[in-house]
């Protein structure tokens, strides 16, 4: 039977490269995004590309849309197998300089500010999740992968000789920090079910969420979720992984 997989925020870079990675597997892909212009525009790409892929609209900070969109699955497939967390920011929109010192040190404040990262970054997972639960507990064993960054490891942020050394922020990090627990809970919840649930770091990925000073490719650091979202019943359930292994929390 074939696999159903939503992912959100999949519209553009790490995103829709894991869309594609999973539609190449020969999974149908649910590409959740919060534009409906820019969701349709990405999932043509893909069907163009002979993938099975359709635009799904999921804001991650809108319940009701999310709720929608599970409606719409359970109406369509009955089910889901694969959910990938990825939609994610690093500022508000339309704030530059993710490291400016003055806005993003944790003496710079602006609560605001961080909010509306939290509200994307964790509380959206949770939102999802839980609009999608229903849905992955009727699949034989459902796969939950997270999206969050090694900037979120306590071991990597108070690493002196770690590359992420300099960042002193209390948005993004914080966010992912937040969201690798809520990974492990949700992990421990679901311990004795068939679903697996892992947080991944794709990595530093030129996309529009650094302004693409990232190193590696969208599609390199899709490889990972793409990757942990087809794990077997051998796999890990509440762990944190990149392309290498594990990850220290
Ligand atoms: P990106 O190119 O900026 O993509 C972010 C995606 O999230 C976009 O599709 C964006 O949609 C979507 N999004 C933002 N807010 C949303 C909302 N409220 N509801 C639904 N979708 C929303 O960034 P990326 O680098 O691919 O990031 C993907 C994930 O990887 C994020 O969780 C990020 O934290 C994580 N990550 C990235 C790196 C890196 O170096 N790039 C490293 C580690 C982890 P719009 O186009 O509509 O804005």
């Not at 290498?244 to 929390?249: A, D």
């Amino acid at each position: 039977m074939t696999k159903i997989a939503l992912i959100t925020g999949a519209n553009k870079g790490i995103g829709l490269e894991i869309a594609r990675g999973l539609a190449r597997d020969g999974i149908t892909v649910l590409l959740g995004a919060r534009d409906d212009g820019r969701g349709e525009a990405a999932a043509k790409q893909l069907r163009d590309e002979g993938l099975d892929t359709r635009f799904l609209r999921v804001d991650v900070t809108d319940a009701g849309v999310v709720a929608q969109a599970a409606h719409t699955i359970e109406a369509e497939y009955g089910r889901l197998d694969i959910l990938v967390n990825n939609a994610g920011i690093s500022r508000p929109d339309g704030v530059r300089a993710v490291m400016d010192p003055a806005t993003w040190r944790p003496s710079g404040a602006s609560v605001d500010a961080r909010r509306d990262v939290f509200a994307v970054n964790v509380f959206g997972i949770v939102t999802v999740t839980n609009a999608m639960l229903p849905l992955l507990r009727r699949a034989d064993a459902a796969r939950i992968v997270n999206v969050t960054s090694e900037v979120g490891s306590f071991a990597v942020a108070l690493d002196e000789s770690s590359p992420y050394w300099g960042m002193i922020s209390l948005a993004y990090p914080v966010s992912k920090t937040a969201a690798n627990m809520v990974t492990a809970q949700y992990a421990k919840e679901l311990w004795n079910t068939p679903i697996k649930v892992n947080a991944v770091c794709p990595g530093y990925t030129a996309t529009d969420l650094n302004e693409h000073t990232g190193f590696k490719a969208p599609a390199e650091g899709a490889r990972i979720a793409v990757r942990m979202a087809q794990i077997g019943a051998d796999g890990p359930t509440g762990g944190f992984f990149n392309e290498s292994g594990p990850l220290p929390w």
